[in-house]
């Protein structure tokens, strides 16, 4: 079980990038999945959530600028990132959430069980 | 935003220490916490949830404990395998807050 990031690497400011996420073990399309960053001395920052049944949520900070989606045929998550400042370079994480499900819903938990290695976003001129 | 605080941001202990991280929440979070352990280039791993239960497959020296807005995590006697960085995350709330981490490194 493990995901697996890339796609990340050195973008201009107001530039673009898609970062994928593929996933062996698990099926993404089943689980709730997010994308965590990192910038360099600060702490983790959740950014995005997929839920199963296809909802998606932001953290204000990335709202009208990044697109979580994934692609079932892969079993591969991706995040589009448009406008790009320099506030958004950080190591970017995949990460499973925790979550449960009775015979008729689903809920997330909020918390991450699985994490992958990440890969790190560099946004300058 | 809850703001999640730990301490201290750096410890310097030995093999067979015992080590405890604390993290304190700017409001109540209940026991919605999670503890996690990250080593250099590698995933963060989760270690405890709800704030005192220990993940599947995780050494019983790790333990949490607290409720509110103040936690710990203690690990009993630390291993050259725990020499890492420790977060904590708060979800009580769907912004899923972490602390700034915690480094433990050898005295």
């Given at each position: 079980?493990q995901l697996v990031e890339s796609g990340g690497g050195l973008v201009?400011?107001?530039?673009s990038l898609r970062l994928s996420c593929a996933a062996s073990?698990i099926?993404v399309?089943?689980?709730?999945m997010s994308w965590v960053r990192q910038?360099?001395?600060?702490?983790?920052?959740?950014v995005s959530?997929?839920?199963?049944?296809?909802?998606?949520?932001?953290?204000?900070?990335?709202?009208?600028?990044f697109t979580i989606s994934r692609d079932?045929?892969t079993n591969t998550l991706f995040l589009q990132m448009?406008?790009l400042?320099?506030?958004d370079?950080a190591v970017y994480y995949c990460a499973r959430?925790?979550?449960?499900?009775?015979?008729?819903?689903?809920?997330?938990?909020?918390?991450?069980?699985l994490w992958g290695r990440g890969t790190l976003v560099s946004?300058?001129? | 935003?809850?703001?999640?605080?730990?301490?201290?941001?750096?410890?310097?202990?030995?093999?067979?220490?015992?080590?405890?991280?604390?993290?304190?929440?700017?409001?109540?979070?209940?026991?919605?916490?999670?503890?996690?352990?990250?080593?250099?280039g590698k995933a963060?791993?989760?270690?405890?949830?709800?704030?005192?239960?220990?993940?599947?497959?995780?050494?019983?020296?790790?333990?949490?404990?607290?409720?509110?807005?103040?936690?710990?995590?203690?690990?009993?006697?630390?291993?050259?395998?725990?020499?890492?960085?420790?977060?904590?995350?708060?979800?009580?709330?769907?912004?899923?807050?972490?602390?700034?981490?915690?480094?433990?490194?050898?005295?």
């Open positions: 079980v201009q400011p107001g530039g073990g099926s399309n089943d689980n709730y910038a360099p001395g600060k702490e983790l920052e959740w959530v997929l839920y199963s049944i296809g909802t998606t949520y932001y953290a204000d900070s990335v709202a009208g600028r079932d045929s448009n406008s400042t320099a506030e370079t959430e925790a979550h449960s499900c009775t015979t008729t819903s689903c809920s997330t938990f909020w918390y991450f069980n946004v300058s001129s | 935003d809850i703001q999640m605080t730990q301490s201290p941001s750096t410890l310097s202990a030995s093999v067979g220490d015992r080590v405890t991280i604390t993290c304190r929440a700017s409001q109540t979070i209940n026991d919605w916490l999670a503890w996690y352990q990250q080593k250099p963060p791993k989760l270690l405890i949830y709800k704030a005192s239960t220990l993940e599947s497959g995780v050494p019983s020296r790790f333990s949490g404990s607290g409720s509110g807005t103040e936690f710990t995590l203690t690990i009993s006697s630390l291993q050259p395998d725990d020499f890492a960085t420790y977060y904590c995350q708060q979800y009580n709330s769907y912004s899923r807050t972490f602390g700034q981490g915690t480094k433990v490194d050898i005295k």
